[in-house]
């Protein structure tokens, strides 16, 4: 009898001690969006677990009741207690921090101007497009702008694509900043401490004989090679359905083994790739062993969805595992940006990358394909990653981005860098700044902030405002005695919190138009080009033969991205006129 009391007692024992329960719920932020890739921890077994695509979670554990540590980067970690057979909603609450960087930031902002004053300026003219043009402001009433400074050239080679293929361009597709920056002007002198140089001009305004043009050039100091840090790169490579095309997945393998050429036994290199699956291509590998990268990058081939997502995460995990402090640490997404799995809104994908912001690991975005190319994506991801965004639609383009301008494209000077700018009313009456136009959604809901950008060691910004002098015209309405303008640049150096300002006075510095360097002549060209394809109001006044004229005037000869610049134009002339003449008949 005893024996078989003692059976039924150790009976029951072993089966309390090996029932199982069932842990399940959801992880939502605040707003009740659901989040993907939060850990989990389970207290009674200390193993670690993931939520699901859409939030959920279920959790095997030998306890009726257990605790959880949640955690997810960008949010406030969170314990607690979970019963079986309760379906739990736990709610996590965004870092302070993070919600701020969230927020819809201007690529330009004038001071004072009231909200009521920019919904005039939304709703006249262009309401459906998604870049409203800047407008001519009173300096008197809003004499200080801003806008920020940065590196990406996308929209200049994605605009060739266009034009290449006899088509028109889509106006929002032209971002006049990013044509302008395309090219390489004559560098600024730069003080022995400084990382900026500054330069300016004032000259006539060819479209407009009542109105001048101010040049503002603004270049970062290059760095000697045994200066450049270490870099820990990551290559993000989209290898699903859509990138089964030549100019998508192989001209990026053909990208990535340029690049490979240029690394040094210092650098680490690792290959995430996304498409039929999710993973590591090739672990953290020096950048002496070349033959073992190229071969990895030659064997990559596609198929597949496209969760950019769980992409993008697995990447930047990689990246924080081997972070190398005080190096360059940099993801480098190559995509047609075509998410189709997972979180793939631009909302969601601005919320999932702002929360890697502050990591100190950088993103640098290559765009390729057409058809389905999400230009808009990619420029949020890079805005939002601290990080730099190129469209390639060549092996020439990989060349000049991956190559001949390495150190800009993949290294850093200067973060969170936005100049300020503040005219003498008593000088200038109005002033247009051409280009870094705001997104329709960011001009009606900013919270008056304008996002700074990441900037490269020899870059070179020329920045054009057109102005109407208070005085008249011509030299006598700019003396030389009295600056025609302020001028700060804001910024971070790599790795610090420690914001600085250098600052610059804008002379009256008036030279007539046929004097200015060839290369301030060029921009002008090629800021009226972007005009006319913007369809803009301020290009009523000139036609493609004058930017033509004009450019063929101011270029270099024998300088190859110039000259097929005005193939370019002479390409556009005959789209555009054929357009026209349909219009017509």
């Avoid at 039924?8 to 089966?15: E, K, V």
């Avoid at 290959?271 to 090739?282: E, F, H, M, N, P």
């Avoid at 969805?305 to 930047?316: C, L, M, V």
């Avoid at 997404?333 to 793939?344: E, I, R, W």
Wanted: proline content about 3%; glycine content about 6%; aromatic content about 10%.
């Amino acid at each position: 009898m005893r024996i078989a009391i003692a059976i039924l007692l150790f009976t029951l024992l072993f089966a309390t001690a090996s029932a199982q329960y069932y842990l399940r719920g959801e992880i939502r932020d605040e707003k009740g969006n659901t989040l993907s890739n939060a850990r989990l921890k389970l207290q009674s077994s200390n193993l670690t677990y993931y939520s699901g695509n859409k939030g959920a979670f279920g959790i095997v554990s030998n306890k009726e009741c257990d605790t959880l540590f949640i955690s997810l980067d960008g949010y406030q970690e969170l314990a607690l207690k979970v019963e079986a057979g309760r379906y739990h909603t736990i709610s996590l609450k965004m870092l302070y921090s993070v919600a701020n960087l969230q927020r819809n930031k201007l690529v330009s902002l004038t001071r004072d101007l009231q909200p009521e004053d920019r919904k005039k300026q939304l709703f006249s003219g262009e309401t459906y497009s998604a870049l409203v043009e800047n407008e001519f402001v009173m300096a008197r009433k809003y004499p200080e702008t801003g806008f920020a400074i940065h590196a990406d050239r996308a929209a200049y080679s994605n605009i060739r694509r266009f034009l290449n293929m006899n088509t028109t361009v889509p106006p929002d597709a032209v971002r006049t900043e990013e044509l302008l920056n395309y090219f390489n002007y004559d560098s600024s002198p730069l003080a022995r401490d400084s990382i900026f140089g500054f330069r300016s001009y004032i000259s006539d305004c060819p479209w407009n004989p009542q109105h001048q043009l101010l040049y503002l050039n603004i270049a970062s100091r290059k760095i000697d090679s045994a200066e450049i840090p270490p870099s820990n790169l990551v290559f993000l490579v989209d290898v699903s359905g859509s990138m089964d095309m030549p100019n998508r997945l192989p001209l990026l393998k053909s990208s990535f083994k340029l690049l490979v050429d240029n690394l040094r036994n210092t650098d680490t290199v690792s290959i995430v790739v996304y498409g039929s699956t999710v993973g590591v291509w090739l672990t953290p590998t020096s950048g002496a062993d070349k033959v073992k990268i190229r071969k990895s990058i030659e064997e990559l081939y596609p198929g597949g969805s496209t969760p950019g997502e769980s992409g993008i995460i697995t990447a930047y995990r990689l990246a924080r595992s081997q972070f190398i402090k005080g190096g360059n640490n940099r993801v480098i997404l190559a995509t047609d940006g075509d998410f189709n799995v997972g979180q793939s809104s631009e909302a969601e994908l601005e919320k999932l990358i702002t929360q890697h912001q502050e990591s100190g690991i950088y993103l640098t975005c290559l765009g390729v394909g057409m058809g389905n190319y999400k230009d808009s994506k990619l420029e949020v991801l890079a805005k939002k990653g601290n990080g730099n965004f190129a469209y390639l639609d060549n092996e020439h383009e990989a060349e000049k981005v991956l190559v001949r301008e390495l150190t800009q494209t993949l290294f850093t000077v200067a973060d969170d860098a936005y100049l300020n700018i503040r005219f003498n009313s008593s000088v200038v009456r109005q002033y247009r700044l051409l280009g870094f136009d705001n997104k329709a959604k960011a001009l009606a809901d900013s919270l008056n902030e304008v996002e700074g950008g990441e900037v490269g060691p020899g870059h070179s910004l020329l920045v054009l405002f057109e102005i109407e002098g208070a005085r008249g015209n011509g030299a006598e309405a700019y003396p030389t005695d009295e600056p025609v303008a302020s001028l700060s640049i804001n910024f971070r150096k790599p790795g610090e919190s420690l914001r600085r300002i250098t600052e610059y006075s804008v002379v009256s510095d008036y030279t007539e138009f046929n004097d200015l360097p060839r290369c301030y002549r060029f921009a002008t060209s090629v800021a009226m080009f972007a005009a006319l394809l913007k369809q803009s109001k301020f290009s009523n006044q000139y036609g493609w033969s004058d930017v033509i004229v004009l450019a063929n005037d101011a270029h270099r000869k024998g300088d190859y991205v110039q000259e097929e610049f005005i193939t370019m134009v002479q390409k556009a002339k005959k789209i555009y006129g054929k357009m026209k003449k349909r219009k017509k008949e």
